[in-house]
């Protein structure tokens, strides 16, 4: 499964497991360092990629990483109304009922 088609779009399948990826962050934060050392924003689609990067900068600045934290870094840098605001936060949680999957996800991004 191509990440990227040929126009620069990413797949509806493509952008529900990047989506999942995040959701599984989202729920188990100590999983982090072990993902960011596979995966690079650049791997994204460019609003899930801005989740992404939120994420990492907030681990980076030692802050506790969840839902409000994420938030606060998606607000300073502009990024929330790209992702529909928090309630497109709140989708990405719950997207996934745990973090179990994420090792599934990412192996499917890296394809």
Not at 62 to 86: A, C, F, H, M, W
Request: aromatic letters at 8%.
């Amino acid at each position: 499964m191509p990440r990227i088609h040929e126009a620069g779009l990413i797949s509806e399948n493509a952008k529900a497991v990047q989506e999942s990826l995040l959701g599984c962050l989202l729920r188990e934060p100590a999983l982090i360092d072990q993902v960011a050392a596979k995966l690079k924003t650049e791997m994204f689609d460019s609003n899930f990629g801005r989740v992404y990067a939120a994420v990492l900068a907030v681990r980076n600045g030692n802050t506790p990483v969840d839902l409000v934290s994420v938030g606060q870094e998606l607000i300073k840098r502009n990024n929330i109304p790209d992702i529909g605001g928090y309630p497109g936060l709140v989708r990405i949680w719950e997207s996934v009922p745990t973090a179990f999957e994420v090792w599934h996800w990412v192996e499917i991004i890296l394809r």
